[in-house]
């Protein structure tokens, strides 16, 4: 039987927020939160082979920047931007610092599902979004959703924390104005 979904949705609201790096490998539905702490997206473990932390540790946090890759596209952003593929030197040290900042400052909430219920999953999720307030599904939809802003000083924190040199500084500020000169553009 499928779990109420306004339990379920109360569990993801007030659930201890954990580090993406101690995710189970279990499964079930899920919440990410961003670096303010706030809920942005509900979702669910697609499938037996990727759990909690295969789905968000490693697919919503270091995957394409396409929409799908929830923390990936919110963070595509400001002098952690690159174009999708981009395997220059800059492109990808903007990357590996995005991904740093999203595995340090993000959490997500969970609710594990035992596996005679996986099948339901993708009835629950349906059901706890329909309840959950719109600003939690900010990331969800088909039509994709913008990147946020730059938190600088989180980002400049991070590239002290991260000891970047002058030159990989330098790297990520010619990310930053390619990603702005693109904004510029559209």
């Known amino acids: 039987m499928m779990p109420d979904p306004s339990t379920v949705l109360r569990d993801l609201m007030r659930g201890e927020p954990v580090q993406l790096g101690t995710l189970p490998h279990d499964h079930g539905i899920y919440a990410l939160h961003d670096h303010t702490g706030t809920i942005r997206y509900i979702g669910i473990t ?47 040290l ?5 991904t740093e900042f999203i595995r340090r400052r993000c959490r997500a909430t969970f609710v594990t599902l035992p596996q005679s219920l996986w099948a339901e999953l993708p009835r629950l ?57 693109r904004l510029a553009a559209d």
């Open 46 to 92: 697609k499938s037996i082979e990727s759990g909690f932390f295969d789905r968000i540790h490693n697919r919503h946090v270091t995957g394409s920047e396409g929409r799908s890759h929830k923390f990936s596209h919110a963070y595509n952003t400001g002098r952690m931007w690159r174009v999708k593929r981009d395997v220059s030197p800059d492109a990808c």
């Open 94 to 98: 903007a990357k590996r610092l995005r």
């Open 125 to 181: 999720e349906i059901a706890v979004q329909a309840l959950a307030p719109r600003s939690m599904l900010d990331w969800g939809g088909k039509r994709g959703f913008a990147p946020l802003s730059e938190p600088t000083e989180l980002v400049d924190a991070l590239l002290d924390d991260l000891r970047f040199t002058p030159d990989q500084r330098a790297a990520v500020e010619r990310q930053a104005a390619l990603h702005g000169a």
